[in-house]
């Protein structure tokens, strides 16, 4: 058994030391997209560098002699084998959630288990390959801790090296992710403008609104201060981050009374929110485009009147919201140019992903009656009434 000892600081928001540069992050992080194949390449290179640093300083002291070699080799295999078990152990270590102290805890503890084994396997191994007349170290107190202390030492280094990359990649993926969310806000706030200043649905609300003034002049107002509404809230993506979930709907109330007004009996609109929800966090325009998307499709497809409910609930903290029409779902490829390409959909989607990774579910189920499209949304931001603020 050798004696050689081996060398060996925080979580994201721990490690101010590996905090680098964006484009060295952006670099670093395109080399590494793999990480499987990262991982295999950095456990190689910890045990490579230890079996060459102990043959080197052995070598120095006692000359080279194949036979050590051979036995640094399997030394270093242990170690090789411990990295394997160890990282199918600190995955499964939350670190986006713990502390530096619980964490340091967590480390020793993995780290302390993995010299014992390492011990003991040691020991064996040297056992049977010394054969029964062999010479075998006793086991003593002093001879347990001072090679238990010397493993510990090189887990612990290992360790300190699989966090400190893991952190990296997380701040790599971190900035990508805030990226493409940026770019998707771009996208969103270019998709409000579309729906201000959609020509089409512009030109009918006016339409309908001249055509109201000499029938019905109070209507008519009502009908133009609807539309005002709406755009109004088109607007406010440029200057708030979330809202609550009641402002969006209140936008889409004033969406379906314009259009009621266009289709009259041939759209019929209910609600079903459930006051636990009104008040939850969500991002401008995140359920306008289910809506949307229900009405052009739904008018093309459902029998008339078409039917269109919004449900919204709050269960076990996440928000569930669906939206029914009695419509049929059409495919993409399937899709008439002049009721768009479902880019709405697909960019409420995309957002959900880039904002709520693994904290969100996206549906769609074709049903008998027509189609439901469900958002569940796991938000870790707390509702406006219980951050002492009004969005």
């Not at 009656?369 to 707390?382: A, F, H, T």
Request: charged residues 25%; proline residues 5%; positive net charge.
């Amino acid at each position: 058994m050798m004696r050689k000892p081996s060398p060996d600081k925080d979580s994201i928001p721990w490690i101010r030391f590996v905090r680098p540069s964006r484009r060295a992050m952006h670099g670093f992080f395109e080399r590494i997209k793999d990480k499987n194949r990262f991982f295999w390449i950095l456990n190689f290179g910890y045990w490579s560098f230890y079996l060459m640093f102990l043959s080197i300083v052995h070598a120095s002291v006692a000359g080279f002699r194949p036979e050590m070699f051979l036995w640094h080799t399997l030394i270093a295999a242990l170690g090789f084998i411990s990295g394997l078990w160890m990282r199918l152990a600190y995955r499964r270590v939350p670190i986006e959630s713990l502390r530096l102290f619980p964490l340091f805890l967590i480390v020793l503890g993995i780290t302390v288990a993995g010299g014992n084994l390492w011990y003991f396997t040691d020991w064996t191994l040297d056992r049977l390959l010394q054969g029964a007349g062999g010479r075998v170290e006793a086991i003593t107190w002093t001879h347990y801790l001072t090679y238990t202390f010397y493993y510990d030492l090189l887990l612990f280094g290992w360790s300190i090296l699989f966090f400190i990359i893991r952190f990296w990649i997380a701040l790599a993926e971190q900035r990508e992710r805030t990226k493409k969310a940026d770019l998707l806000d771009r996208q969103s706030q270019l998709q409000m403008l579309r729906y201000q200043l959609n020509p089409h649905f512009l030109f009918n609300a006016l339409n309908s609104a001249r055509a109201l003034i000499d029938e019905n002049g109070v209507q008519a107002k009502v009908m133009i201060t609807e539309l005002s509404e709406f755009l109004r809230y088109t607007l406010i993506g440029r200057t708030e981050g979330n809202i609550p979930l009641n402002r969006e709907m209140d936008a889409i109330r004033h969406y379906f009374s314009i259009e009621k007004k266009r289709y009259e009996d041939k759209l019929r609109v209910t609600f079903d929110i459930d006051p636990s929800a009104e008040d939850y966090p969500v991002f401008p325009f995140l359920v306008h485009p289910l809506v949307e998307n229900a009405v052009k499709y739904g008018m093309k497809t459902s029998p008339l009147p078409l039917c269109i409910s919004v449900e919204a609930r709050v269960l076990d903290g996440a928000l569930q919201v669906a939206v029914f029409n009695t419509g049929r779902w059409v495919e993409p490829s399937a899709r008439d140019e002049a009721l768009g390409t479902g880019t709405g959909l697909r960019n409420v989607q995309k957002r959900l992903e880039n904002a709520f990774p693994e904290h969100h579910r996206f549906d769609v189920d074709r049903e008998e009656k027509g189609v439901r499209v469900r958002i569940e949304l796991r938000n870790p931001v707390k509702p406006a009434s219980q951050q002492g603020e009004t969005p």
